[in-house]
């Protein structure tokens, strides 16, 4: 079984950047798709990025193309989250969730997710 564990969250003013970490542990996330979720206070949990299990395919909701960019390094066992361009709209609490299958924007999908790191971008 897989641990994930984000990193890098912080406060940060609008326009500006912010790049999260999420390393797996007690097992290699090489055959698991990808993905960031977030949720804003008193809203529902929902996708924002996700990367299939070789990188060749990326996923972005609406809200964040053209801003967000997700990679994975297999070889470090992590992905990452470069966040530029940063809104208050931005602000929630991001999870990292690790699937086998399914729909890419379900978060039902993944089986392991990270504890989350909270990102607050002030204007």
């Known amino acids: 079984q897989v641990q994930l564990v984000e990193s890098g969250g912080g406060s940060v003013q609008a326009g500006g950047s912010l790049s999260l970490s999420c390393v797996g542990s007690?097992?290699?996330?090489?055959?698991?798709?990808m993905g960031w979720f977030r949720q804003a206070p008193g809203k529902e949990r929902v996708f924002v990025a996700g990367?299939?299990?070789?990188?060749?395919?990326?996923w972005y909701a609406d809200s964040v193309k053209g801003r967000f960019t997700m990679s994975r390094d297999n070889a470090k066992n992590t992905v990452v989250l470069q966040m530029n361009s940063l809104r208050s709209d931005d602000t929630a609490v991001y999870y990292c969730?690790?699937?086998?299958?399914?729909?890419?924007?379900?978060?039902?999908?993944?089986?392991?997710w990270g504890q989350g790191t909270q990102v607050t971008v002030s204007s």
């Open positions: 990367i299939s299990w070789s990188g060749g395919s990326l």
């Open positions: 007690g097992g290699t996330i090489r055959a698991y798709g």
């Open positions: 969730a690790a699937r086998h299958s399914g729909v890419y924007s379900d978060y039902q999908s993944y089986e392991y």
